[in-house]
């Protein structure tokens, strides 16, 4: 789900093909009316970082000397080498698809309860959800720090594979949480480090919303994870999305079976499905532009003869923003409702899941590329991306502050048979190795340097108040054209 469009192609009317960088492409706006919508508001993201200066802490902390951190690191390297490695090419060479990554997650709890973990499995009522806890000897009693990793693979008609390297996520964050464990015991530093499974990244219902929907999450005071990818990069600070706002919504119709010689006895729920698919072909045009809309038909009636009752239409409606999604959604709600109005049938709308603009932190994000840096990670990007959440569904990064981190790790593009290639070699070890210790760094360093937290704290603060007054902002842009019916304008 991370892929970033940097580039923007234009054809020119002379038949050069120009390839230039759009200028706004490490925003996170899409539209000229998100743009007009979000100025003022990147006025105070620029005010808020020109004032936080992450990029100035950033040096500072990477560049001093803190041999205490640097043991951390070392141990770190020291463990994924001996061990996370082999624990990570396993999980790749025993690719598991989303909610069914039972031997991933017999693995590696197996590993985290033989270090003296509190492994919880099925949490949320998720069966391949897992949260471990580790408790300081010095007590509990101070900063929950939180890691997240993953485990599903991708699904393919030859079968599962680990083309996304969520393989490696796990064993890099048992990496450095073991590393950071130790120190803690060592320094006698009380609080808590817990490791989050989280599972099926690549299907929706979206796993991180109903953990945290339960609460799983709620007292970690920061999260950090990674994701392999193509270069070693950092995000802008502000809000967005890679892969635009999302709403999943499944539309289940049902009507009446009745044999086909009978027909008039029966309602016909694919009749009514046909209908609303048809619909939505129709409503395109009314929408903007930049609405992506798609559907399939998994359940459309069991036999010929037999009058369908019941019949399933699967959409990802994707916008820019959450708030047009929002209507967009609606319209389709109603022309549900309309097919089901027409043939005698019910509809039932069940959102089912929702990816929304994450929060991106400046001071987190150029902490992590400076480490990166001073670790040599390989193909470092200068050029800040757009700004995107940590985590794929944004809905966690509003509530908590975290960091995922980017190192490079393959030179196959995400979702590809080249990725996978790579997470068995010297480039996805060195990536993952890496990133490990970019992530036992950043950990290390919030949880000694209080002017981090503080920081970190204050840029989570404002930017989540700013993305409520950028949706304000929006409704106004919007009021014209959405939410009031016709014939009251
Ligand atoms: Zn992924």
């Not at 690719?95 to 099925?122: I, K, Q, Y």
């Not at 003869?305 to 999604?325: C, F, G, K, S």
């Not at 590809?416 to 068995?424: E, H, P, S």
Request: proline share 5%; with cysteine; hydrophobic share 40%.
């Amino acid at each position: 789900m991370r892929t970033i469009v940097r580039h923007t192609v234009v054809f020119h009317l002379t038949g050069l093909l120009l390839i230039g960088v759009n200028p706004n492409h490490a925003a996170g706006q899409t539209t000229d009316t998100e743009r007009a919508a979000a100025r003022e508001i990147m006025a105070e993201i620029d005010d808020l970082q020109a004032r936080l200066n992450p990029t100035g802490m950033a040096a500072q902390l990477s560049g001093r000397s803190d041999a205490e951190r640097d043991a951390v690191v070392a141990r770190t390297a020291g463990l994924w080498n001996a061990e996370m490695q082999d624990l990570s090419d396993f999980i790749g060479q025993n690719p598991e698809v989303a909610w069914e990554e039972f031997l991933a997650v017999d693995t590696l709890t197996a590993v985290l309860r033989n270090a003296g973990w509190t492994v919880d499995v099925g949490v949320a009522d998720l069966e391949t959800a897992f949260v471990a806890t580790w408790a300081a000897p010095a007590g509990a009693d101070g900063l929950t720090l939180g890691f997240i990793g993953e485990y599903d693979a991708l699904r393919d008609s030859d079968g599962p594979f680990h083309g996304d390297q969520h393989n490696a996520q796990t064993p890099i964050v048992l990496a450095s949480a073991f590393a950071i464990a130790e120190y803690m015991e060592r320094a006698g530093v009380p609080g808590q480090l817990k490791i989050y499974g989280t599972p099926a990244e690549e299907v929706g219902p979206p796993a991180k919303v109903i953990m945290h929907d339960a609460g799983i999450f709620d007292d970690a005071d920061l999260l950090v994870r990674s994701h392999g990818v193509t270069e070693t990069s950092r995000s802008r600070a502000g809000f967005g999305s890679c892969c635009l706002n999302i709403n999943e919504v499944k539309y289940t119709f049902l009507g009446r079976p009745s044999h086909q010689m009978a027909s008039w006895f029966g309602r016909n729920a694919l009749e009514a499905a046909v209908h609303f698919y048809t619909l939505v072909d129709g409503l395109r045009s009314t929408f903007r532009p930049e609405a992506s809309i798609q559907g399939v038909i998994p359940e459309g009636g069991e036999a010929p003869n037999v009058v369908p009752q019941r019949a399933v239409v699967d959409y990802y409606i994707r916008y820019p923003d959450p708030i047009y999604l929002e209507h967009v959604t609606k319209m389709m709600d109603n022309a549900a409702r309309g097919a089901a109005l027409a043939t005698g049938t019910t509809v039932e709308i069940d959102r089912y899941g929702e990816y929304r603009d994450g929060i991106s932190l400046g001071t987190l994000q150029e902490l992590a590329y400076a480490y990166a840096g001073a670790l040599d990670a390989p193909r470092m990007n200068p050029e800040p991306t757009r700004p995107s959440g940590y985590e794929e569904t944004g809905v966690v990064t509003e509530d908590i502050p975290g960091i995922g981190i980017s190192v490079f790790s393959s030179r196959g593009a995400n979702h590809t048979r080249g990725m996978l290639d790579d997470t068995f070699n010297e480039i996805g070890h060195t990536g993952f190795r890496i990133s490990a210790e970019v992530m036992s760094s950043i950990v290390y360093d919030f949880m000694t340097r209080p002017e981090l937290r503080d920081a970190v704290a204050e840029e989570q603060a404002t930017l989540s108040g700013l993305l409520g007054e950028y949706h304000e902002a929006l409704r106004a842009a919007y009021s014209a054209e959405i939410g009031v019916p016709i014939g009251q304008r």
